[in-house]
Every structure is written in structure tokens, then in C-alpha cells.
């Protein structure tokens, strides 16, 4: 018997030679969530070794994301590793916290909704996908993978637009430093920013050089979100007010740390 428990226990600690893709044509990105860019495309079937996996966007329920062999993100939902929790280590993040992305407050979740706009049916966006509630794009047919009922509540669609946030939290957090000290507003601020003007623009912007550079917060965010206000080279009223509400958030009181994260 003890030595079945320990060839049990051998058995789990081992590292998987690989796991199956389940999914046709999944993307491989190059951080945890669909708003990252695509760096490899797995056809179904496909092997792959998993070197460790950390939080992202929900897809279907599963928040997981596995970091391949190959360097690259891909949702968890789409490995066949048996299991819908860690079955490896979890990554260390490049801002060089191993603890989970806080969750944004619902200030945050407010901010975002109202200049995002909602719409309780699925409709066609101007880029041409379908889309439901305060901006979620649909990844399938008839949005299936949405876990409210369609036509969305509000308050089911403010629901799914936390869930949407989940990667702009997680990717804000591994860019920042322990030089970066935020509260829940300024953290929720840069979530509404880089959830309009997507994480790969957040990452090599002068803000987050000079947050990691452990400058003011707000000092930092006054002056360098009201840029971030032009739409194909043209300043938009849209972005000059939306950068205005991040700024105000930004400086609201009485919020807790959010980052650097305490384990």
C-alpha cells in the first residue's frame, strides 16, 4: 500500500510530456488573453508541453491560461490537461509578482460600462463582429459562450464586462514594478485605459516606463492619459472624456492598495 501512495504521488508530480489541443485552430498568444497578439496558431490534436500557467481572460468558465513550450498563452479551456486547475507551477510575472492580479473595483467596472455603451441583444459592431452587452465580442456563434441569458440584464451585462476586464487587470499588473504603488482607483484608471487601447500599446507606453520608474502616481497618470485622445490620428471628444473620467477616478481618495499585490 505505501508503496502504491508513493508511486501515486511520483506519478503526479511528474511533469506531463504534453497535452492535447481540443479546440480547431486555437491561437497561441503572447500573454494571457485574447487581447494579446497571436503568436502561433495549434491545429486540434496538436501536443504541446505546458511550462506553467497563470490567470487571464474566462473563456467559458476557465480562466487559465498555459504557457507552452513554444513561449506563448493559450486558454486552458482548449488543453485537454484533464483537469480545470493547475495541473503545473504558476508563471512568475514579468513585473515580478507571482500573486494573482487584483480585481477591480466596481468604480472601475462603472467607468468602463458607461463609455463602453450597452446593448442587451447581439449586434454588429463597426469592425464588423458580433457583439453583446458593454462591448464583449462574441467567440462563437450566437455568442454561446456567454453564461448569462441573452438579452442581457445590465446588471447580467456589467457581470460580463468584469469577467472581460479579468486580462487588462492580469496585464497591468505583470508590466508594473514593486516601484509602482497604486490604490484601487489609479489601478482601476490604467485597467479603463488599457482596456480601450489594448496591452501590447499599455506595455511600451512612456506611462508605464515612468511608473516603473517609482514617479508619482497621479502626477504620472494627469499627464500622460490625456494623450492617449486621438482615433486614426484625429483627437476624439469621446477619448478626451473618457481620459478625463480615468484622470478623475485616478484621484479619488479613500481606496486600499491594489499593487504592488499583497500575497
Not at 77 to 89: A, D, P, Q
Request: hydrophobic share 35%.
Amino acid at each position: 500500500m505505501k508503496f502504491a501512495i508513493l508511486a501515486a504521488v511520483a506519478s503526479f508530480l511528474a511533469p506531463a510530456s504534453a497535452y492535447a489541443i481540443t479546440g480547431d485552430n486555437v491561437n497561441c498568444r503572447s500573454g494571457p488573453g485574447t487581447s494579446y497578439a497571436v503568436k502561433k496558431v495549434y491545429k486540434k490534436g496538436t501536443d504541446v508541453k505546458i511550462s506553467c500557467q497563470t490567470t487571464g481572460t474566462n473563456i467559458n468558465g476557465n480562466n487559465l491560461w498555459d504557457k507552452t513550450s513554444d513561449g506563448c498563452y493559450v486558454s486552458d479551456y482548449y488543453v485537454k490537461t484533464g483537469s480545470n486547475g493547475y495541473v503545473t507551477s504558476k508563471c512568475s510575472s514579468s513585473g515580478g509578482s507571482t500573486c494573482a492580479a487584483p480585481k477591480s473595483n466596481q468604480a472601475t467596472v462603472d467607468l468602463i460600462a458607461e463609455f463602453e455603451g450597452f446593448r442587451a441583444n447581439i449586434y454588429t459592431d463597426a469592425a464588423g463582429y458580433a457583439t453583446v452587452g458593454y462591448g464583449h465580442k462574441c467567440q462563437k456563434a450566437k455568442c454561446a459562450e456567454v453564461k448569462y441569458k441573452i438579452p442581457l440584464s445590465k446588471a447580467d451585462g456589467k457581470k460580463l464586462l468584469a469577467d472581460d476586464m479579468r486580462s487588462f487587470e492580469v496585464c497591468i499588473t505583470n508590466m508594473l514594478n514593486s516601484k509602482a504603488k497604486l490604490n484601487y482607483n489609479q489601478f482601476g484608471a490604467l485597467v479603463s485605459w488599457s482596456f480601450n487601447v489594448g496591452c501590447g500599446a499599455a506595455k511600451s507606453s512612456t506611462l508605464i516606463k515612468r511608473l516603473n520608474n517609482g514617479e508619482n502616481v497621479n502626477k504620472v497618470l494627469s499627464e500622460e492619459l490625456p494623450k492617449w485622445n486621438k482615433a486614426g490620428g484625429k483627437v476624439l471628444q469621446g477619448l478626451v472624456r473618457r481620459r478625463a473620467a480615468e484622470v478623475a477616478l485616478a484621484k479619488k481618495s479613500g481606496s486600499s492598495q491594489a499593487l504592488p499585490v499583497k500575497c
